[in-house]
């Protein structure tokens, strides 16, 4: 059994952003091999290369999938040094079932499901660029924008609701007008909401389009509505989104003024900020502006 020392070494190096260099070098290592194993499972879908390099493409699926399982069975091994998993069986399980810890499982399920249960190549392929999604580890800024959806679910949620409701009332109401004049593209409500869907969204691939006037002319108000209620969705993230960069900024800055209220700047506070600095994922330069308007205003405090 390996030591209790090694677990946390391994905890230290993949999930705490204090171990420098190394765990810097360990987690480029993965990215790029991520970025190699969903580039080959979308080149071997090309047929000339899928049958000239289909060794290469194998060789690189069984490293892919043999580091990413052993880089899950040590996020799970070494869990239970995160207090929050500090039980040995039950933490664990519940690390198990968070969502990054299930995209891990994700990212090796395709390949052994193909070696022990036959299923659809198309599928299996899919799952496999889900490995996509193991980026995000790496992203502050992807779990920033993690964070702003499940900041912003309630209002996403009745934002979504409210586009099913008027979704299914553009089908009911286009396939009132249109049934009789054409059953196959509008013989039924769920055969209408391709329709409803492509006009709410302002697509208009133009396949289904009606020809009565009835239909024309609720055709035109179901298209003003859909311009929009589409857009509600992206202004709820586009304002969150802004909402959490500048509580990151701020966050920052009352770090900086705690460390600037100490005395001057040494190299071991300027690391940990430059730590803090990449956990909330602002730029370099960024924070250099922080750190410096923040040096001005307390410089203009009354002494």
Do not use: C
């Not at 190549?121 to 799952?127: A, D, G, K, S, T």
């Not at 059953?183 to 869907?197: D, E, N, Y």
């Not at 730590?275 to 307390?298: D, M, P, V």
């Amino acid at each position: 059994m390996f030591p209790a020392s090694w677990r946390h070494l391994g905890y230290r190096l993949m999930e705490t952003r204090d171990a420098g260099l190394p765990a810097r070098v360990l987690n480029g290592l993965l990215i790029l091999l991520i970025i190699l194993s969903v580039s080959g499972a979308l080149l071997e879908t090309i047929p000339s290369l899928a049958q000239r390099h289909a060794q290469l493409f194998y060789a690189v699926e069984v490293i892919s999938v043999a580091v990413f399982s052993v880089e899950y069975l040590g996020r799970l091994w070494w869990s239970v040094e995160d207090p929050r998993y500090a039980r040995p069986l039950a933490g664990r399980l519940r690390y198990a079932l968070t969502p990054m810890a299930l995209i891990d499982l994700l990212a090796i399920l395709p390949f052994y499901l193909a070696l022990f249960v036959g299923m659809d190549l198309r599928l299996l392929r899919m799952l496999r660029v889900l490995r996509m999604l193991k980026l995000s580890r790496y992203s502050p800024a992807v779990t920033m924008l993690l964070d702003v959806l499940r900041e912003e679910r309630d209002s996403l949620v009745v934002t979504f609701f409210i586009l099913i409701t008027i979704l299914i009332f553009a089908s009911t109401g286009i396939y009132a007008f249109e049934r009789e004049a054409q059953p196959v593209a509008f013989g039924s409500i769920p055969a209408a909401m391709w329709w409803a869907v492509a006009t709410l969204t302002t697509v208009g691939y133009g396949d289904v389009t009606p020809i009565t006037v009835e239909g024309k002319l609720f055709a035109a108000l179901i298209t003003l509505t859909g311009i929009g209620m589409v857009s509600l969705p992206a202004g709820i993230i586009a304002s969150g989104f802004t909402e959490a960069l500048r509580q990151r900024r701020e966050d920052f800055a009352e770090m900086v003024t705690e460390a600037l209220n100490e005395g001057p700047l040494d190299l071991a506070t300027r690391r940990r900020l430059d730590e803090n600095r990449e956990e909330l994922g602002l730029s370099a330069h960024k924070a250099q502006r922080i750190i410096r308007r923040t040096r001005e205003r307390l410089d203009r405090r009354p002494h």
